[in-house]
């Protein structure tokens, strides 16, 4: 059974040209990508950069979109993914200075401590999540952070649910590892929850 | 639901139920209902991850990037719609133009000192009009 499709009226509205539609467009998903690519990349400039891209195609799409293929929301993970993908693949080609991919939280505005103390833990998750391999890294935030059903995350990276499910734990163990490695972080005590 | 299986649930989708495959949720659910104590163990394993997933903060949007992101919605105005095709055939019209003004101005001003009368003919020239004068005296006598 297919449940109806959450973004199709909108893309419509959208079509017709509705200043409305489009402001509830980009307050509905110009979060959700940038949380998307920021942590696919690590980079909240290039971030920027795929989530204005992604747009664009959404405006080109919006008065074409047919429903009743792909879902709207998995299209745009599609989209931005593969945005990301050719991103990390220039990377590849160029190498960057680790630094330049990581400074980008550092502000030292003052802030009381348990601020202080919540963006260090963000620090240490952000280090932990670069530290993946690309293809875990990408299978925990399309199943974890952009709560994709497993279906629809192992659909975007063309696998099988079971080497999503392969990706996962091996992302996770590893994160674990990374983590536990980290002083100062309380590490999960076997027994009684 | 075997314990085993569950733990690798858990190990690979966290401790929230609702994000495992919708087909083993119930199983999962009547396995932690009966008590067991490994499952427990596994869900508590997998919390602590998910705690520290959730503590990774991402920056609020920026409302800079918002409005841009909505003025690139605007429908094409009339000239940015044909600049695409515009551009190319300014280009070419330009060129035209420049071609026909060489030659214009070449014409105007290359003097002409090999060209003589003989050469140029007239319709002042007299042989001419004495010829044209004859064919029309020959139609109108007719």
Known sequence: MKDIDPDVELLARIGNNEPAAVNEMVSRKLPRLLALASRILGDADEARDVAQESFLRIWRQAANWRSGEARFDTWLHRVALNLCHDRLR??????????????????????????????????????????????QREAIVLQYYQELSNIDAAALMNIS??????????????LRSYLADTPGLARPGRGRP | M????????????????QRWPHAEQAQAKALLDAGDLSARDALHQARWLDGMLDSHQLAAVDPALARQIRLSAKPPSFWSRYA???????????????????????????PL?????????????????????????????Q
Do not use: C, H
């Open chain 1, 90 to 135: 220039r990377r590849k080609e160029r190498p960057l200075n680790d630094d330049d991919a990581l400074n980008d939280v550092a502000d030292s505005a003052p802030a009381p401590d348990e601020q202080l103390e919540a963006a260090a833990r963000s620090e240490q998750m952000e280090a932990a999540l670069a530290s993946l391999p690309e293809r």
């Open chain 1, 161 to 174: 649910v079971e080497a999503l499910e392969s990706l996962l734990s091996r992302a996770r163990r590893n």
């Open chain 2, 2 to 17: 075997t314990p085993e299986r569950f733990a690798q649930l858990a190990e690979a989708y966290g401790a929230n139920l």
């Open chain 2, 84 to 110: 695409s095709w515009l551009s190319p055939a300014g280009f070419v019209g330009v060129g035209i133009a420049g071609v026909a003004a060489g030659i214009l101005v070449a014409s105007l001003s290359v």
């Open chain 2, 113 to 141: 000192p090999m060209l003589s009368a003989e050469v140029l003919p007239s319709v002042f020239d007299q042989g001419d009009a004495d010829i044209v004068f004859t064919v029309n005296a020959e139609e109108t006598e």
